[in-house]
């Protein structure tokens, strides 16, 4: 069923992995898709030309969303081919492996820049039209490192407990413009971060599997077709970790 039919949905981070998964299944919603990427052209082209190629609306749009300039241009160029963004995912993100003591200043700030300041930003330069319109969807894609120790270090924690801190902020001032925000804390899914090495056995979830990111695009269509929650975080963890 298309839920989504004359709505524009932006996923920064879109070119790949979860956002990849995200942005699919968005345009199959019905959704025209704008697919943010800072250097994966040629992936984010591939993504829209599957989206194309089944008869959707989409776009490529490069942009480094932890820069207010390059955010703003990126908005009014969806605004300009696809229209006004109804949908808002969040997902653009870093993962910096690094001990307590091996972690720099100069990588804790870029990564609360690309995880956490992205999200201000981005949701910042599309609220004001959500407003006007009364309707909006802002899905924010934390971690279960937000509330757990996970993997990648303190600076990852920081921010992606700082994106939920956001989540509840925007969500507890924008609902009575018909605009919900919530998260989807995904732990342990099979993108190219855990094969690399993050997680080299999914033994320890209680599944027995590592999760995907179509089961991350599924929490987060979830989001957007409910109207009445809002302020709240999904965990997807295959049973590792409950609220």
């Given at each position: 069923?298309?839920l989504?039919?004359?709505?524009?949905?932006?996923?920064?981070?879109g070119?790949?992995?979860?956002?990849r998964?995200?942005?699919?299944?968005l345009a199959?919603?019905?959704?025209?898709?704008?697919?943010?990427?800072?250097e994966?052209?040629?992936?984010?082209?591939?993504v829209?030309?599957?989206?194309?190629s089944?008869?959707?609306?989409?776009?490529?749009?490069?942009?480094?969303v932890?820069?207010?300039v390059?955010?703003?241009?990126?908005?009014?160029?969806?605004?300009?081919?696809?229209?006004p963004?109804d949908v808002?995912v969040?997902?653009?993100?870093?993962?910096?492996?690094?001990?307590?003591?091996?972690i720099?200043?100069?990588?804790?700030?870029?990564?609360?820049?690309?995880?956490l300041?992205?999200a201000?930003?981005?949701?910042q330069?599309?609220?004001?039209?959500?407003?006007?319109?009364?309707?909006g969807r802002?899905v924010?894609?934390?971690?279960?490192?937000?509330?757990g120790?996970?993997?990648?270090?303190?600076?990852?924690?920081?921010s992606?407990?700082g994106?939920?801190?956001?989540?509840?902020?925007?969500?507890?001032r924008?609902?009575?413009?018909g605009?919900t925000?919530?998260?989807?804390?995904?732990?342990?899914?099979?993108?190219?971060m855990?094969?690399?090495?993050?997680?080299?056995s999914?033994?320890r979830i209680?599944?027995?599997?590592?999760?995907?990111?179509?089961?991350?695009?599924?929490?987060v269509l979830?989001?957007v077709?409910?109207?009445?929650?809002?302020?709240?975080?999904?965990?997807?963890?295959?049973?590792?970790?409950?609220?």
């Amino acid at each position: 069923m298309a839920l989504l039919t004359d709505r524009v949905a932006l996923v920064t981070g879109g070119s790949r992995g979860i956002g990849r998964a995200v942005a699919l299944a968005l345009a199959d919603a019905g959704a025209a898709v704008a697919v943010n990427y800072r250097e994966r052209a040629d992936d984010a082209r591939t993504v829209v030309d599957a989206i194309r190629s089944a008869g959707g609306r989409a776009m490529a749009i490069g942009a480094d969303v932890s820069r207010s300039v390059e955010v703003s241009a990126m908005v009014a160029a969806v605004v300009h081919e696809l229209g006004p963004v109804d949908v808002l995912v969040n997902n653009a993100g870093l993962a910096i492996i690094r001990g307590v003591e091996d972690i720099t200043e100069e990588e804790f700030d870029l990564t609360i820049a690309v995880n956490l300041k992205s999200a201000f930003l981005c949701t910042q330069a599309v609220v004001p039209a959500m407003r006007a319109r009364k309707w909006g969807r802002i899905v924010n894609i934390s971690s279960g490192a937000a509330r757990g120790a996970g993997g990648v270090g303190v600076h990852y924690n920081a921010s992606k407990a700082g994106m939920e801190g956001l989540t509840r902020g925007y969500a507890a001032r924008l609902v009575k413009d018909g605009i919900t925000v919530n998260a989807v804390a995904p732990s342990l899914i099979e993108t190219d971060m855990v094969k690399a090495g993050l997680a080299s056995s999914a033994s320890r979830i209680p599944l027995g599997r590592f999760g995907t990111a179509d089961e991350c695009a599924q929490v987060v269509l979830m989001l957007v077709g409910n109207a009445y929650l809002t302020g709240q975080t999904v965990p997807l963890s295959g049973g590792l970790a409950f609220n």
